[in-house]
DNA sequence: CATTGTGAACTCATTCACAGCG
DNA sequence: CGCTGTGAATGAGTTCACAATG
């Protein structure tokens, strides 16, 4: 073992969260920001903005604070930023399109290369940019051809699995699944869920207890 | 202090988690259901299953299980599923009109009772079911007048922040914000945050990282 | 002298291990 | 005998507190 020290997942969430923030300061003008100040913008405790940082390296200047640009940059190089990621999706419904079509992916160096559904009416459909709804039996090929490196699922949840599997078969190791169902992988492929079915339950079940206080 | 003794809301994601489970497993034909396997099923620790569990009463039976049925009807009090839900939204975009036409979230008993946008081409737009796209300026009378309990904001960044203090002013205390920006809050009100764009990031660091190793 | 960087203290969550019970 | 329920042990993540320093 060389020095990992096991980063939490939760810090590269947040250094996500800097990012963005810093490039709001830098619009705004500033120059440079302290740990308090950037803590405050993302509503976090000023010695947990250290410790993230302070996993990576030395970027700050003591009794000063931090370079906007200059902690934007060491950030953008940690979470890999500059540099593009191709991506698919499978399941061209309504959420499907909004992922497609959505500016901030694309603006953050996520491309989406190919668009894949099962339906007939809907393989074959044009898509804004040139692309058509590929037949999801092309997944596997599309997947070496295109270079995808990231599988999003857009699809039912009955369909999920299935999905995920044909993505799998071609090697994506990163899946971003929207579908409200619990997508079954190896150790080798990264899953992450975006069900907002759960967050809308944990949501109320807060909200009934706020009621109830 | 009566008892209350702080669960945690990764027990509020789990316990929804098991409830879909459940459900399955009930269209499936089972009628008892181990910590184990729908810990199994749930990729997690069958202890965690019984902790959380655990928090709210006792709903098993040593040596032999859950009953299936039973338990989706305690977890459904629990996190008050057996009730509706009104939400709005704001930001008609394609997230909105997605979120909008989502089965699953209907199938679940949140209602969404009205859409804004402040896009003139988009106000007054007929919606499926018959509804029309509202001016976000009477998003305050509308909160009052179709009750609504729950925000849902789809708009860019740059407007999400004034949004939410639109829903705030007209006194919902729940946010559910899809816009990559921080929202500020007071502690009245809950805000859940589903940016994909920061968990894009996350995926692609994780993957970096696999690639590395 | 204001602010970083960081070990130590603390808080919170998960897992273990086994007593309790049907 | 098997599986639940739970206190105790462990582990992870956050916050504190202060020494280091530009």
Not at 102 to 118: E, I, M, S, T
Not at 144 to 169: C, H, K, W, Y
Request: with cysteine.
């Amino acid at each position: 073992m060389i020095k990992t020290k096991k980063i939490p997942k939760a810090t590269i969430t947040r250094l996500s969260m800097y990012y963005r923030q810093l490039e709001l300061l830098e619009f705004d003008g500033y120059r440079m920001v302290s740990s308090e100040k950037l803590a405050w913008l993302c509503q976090i405790n000023p010695a947990q903005v250290r410790k993230d940082l302070g996993y990576f390296g030395e970027f700050g200047v003591r009794g000063v604070g931090y370079d906007v640009i200059d902690l934007q940059a060491q950030i953008k190089k940690i979470l890999s930023l500059n540099r593009d990621w191709n991506f698919g999706i499978a399941g061209m419904g309504n959420m499907g399109c909004a992922i497609f079509l959505h500016r901030d992916l694309a603006l953050r160096g996520f491309k989406c290369v190919a668009a894949f559904d099962n339906a007939l009416d809907r393989i074959g459909m044009p898509l804004p940019g040139g692309m058509r709804i590929r037949d999801i039996r092309e997944l596997k090929t599309a997947i070496r051809d295109l270079n995808i490196e990231i599988g999003v699922i857009t699809t039912p949840a009955s369909e999920a699995q299935g999905v995920a599997d044909l993505f799998m078969e071609g090697h994506v190791n990163a899946i971003l699944n929207f579908a409200p169902a619990r997508i079954n992988a190896p150790d080798c492929c990264l899953v992450e869920n975006m069900d907002f079915t759960i967050t809308m339950d944990v949501l109320t079940y807060q909200l009934r207890q706020k009621i109830a206080a």
